[in-house]
């Protein structure tokens, strides 16, 4: 696929997915999808449930297959890797916040945050030097010892953005990270997520239900029905 815009770091053009339902029902979940998001934007998805933000956030970042279109990711086109390639690009070039967390309870904060690196291939030196970083970015430095069982709801999203953060990713994908907490912490999660954009020009996609969130993105895109029905653009 040529890119149009050189500034891209997303760039899909007529994206479809298909699901099986499991009950000989096909689900067009995605029909059709245009989307460009530039580099250092952070843009919301929203929509109602069932519109289609996840499954479009899990196809564009590479984690689902798409049936039809095209995918680049700060210029590298998603279509044409292999599975184990695709994985360790999003390993290496993708961070990913979730709403629940998904951090490992037996682990302490620090090997949470330096677990992705050692997967990817870092030395536990450099990865336990980084982790250290990072969690200090997030205002963690002093809860780096802590399994997450010691931390607060908003403490352990903190930690979710810190591993995240960890490779130094291209893009980061957020899927509710202020769902399950409340309305003050989740203020201090989006504070959070804005000062990285800022200091450090970190590209966010966020799917939220959360008006007060997405209205403090740089643009909002509406989806209803696996479409994309307003992209948030000005033009």
Same mark, same amino acid.
């Given at each position: ?8 770091? !997303? ?11 499991? +009950?000989?029902?096909?689900?067009? =979940?995605?029909?059709? !999808? ?9 843009v919301a998805i929203m929509g109602p449930s069932g519109c289609g933000k996840t499954t479009l956030l899990n196809c564009l970042s590479g984690i689902d297959d798409i049936d039809e279109g095209d995918i680049?990711? %700060? ?12 994985? %360790?690009?999003? =390993? +290496? ?12 309870? !037996? ?14 291939? =870092? +030395? ?17 430095? %002093?809860?780096?010892?802590? +399994?997450? =069982? ?8 903190? !930690? ?17 990270p202020t769902g399950d907490l409340d309305s003050e912490t989740a203020q201090e999660i989006m504070d ?44």
């Open positions: 696929m040529i890119q149009t815009d050189l500034d891209a770091m !997303v760039f899909a053009r007529g994206v479809h997915k298909i699901y099986d339902s499991g +009950k000989g029902v096909r689900v067009h =979940a995605l029909r059709g !999808v245009d989307l460009t998001v530039r580099r250092g934007e952070v680049d990711i %700060d210029g590298v086109s998603l279509l044409d890797m292999d599975d184990n390639t695709r994985t %360790d690009y999003r =390993a +290496k070039q993708m961070g990913f916040v979730f709403q629940l967390y998904n951090l490992l309870p !037996v682990l302490s904060t620090v090997e949470n945050v330096e677990l992705p690196m050692l997967i990817s291939g =870092a +030395k536990s030196s450099e990865a336990r030097q980084r982790a250290l970083e990072v969690l200090a970015m997030v205002g963690l430095a %002093d809860r780096a010892t802590h +399994k997450p =069982a010691e931390l607060s709801g908003g403490q352990r999203q903190r !930690v979710t953005i810190a591993r995240a953060l960890a490779n130094d990713p291209a893009i980061i994908w957020a899927d509710e959070l997520i804005l000062k990285l954009n800022r200091e450090n020009r970190e590209t966010f996609i966020i799917v939220t239900h959360s008006p007060e969130i997405g209205r403090q993105c740089d643009r909002i895109v509406r989806m209803r029905d696996g479409l994309i029905v307003d992209d948030g653009s000005s033009a």
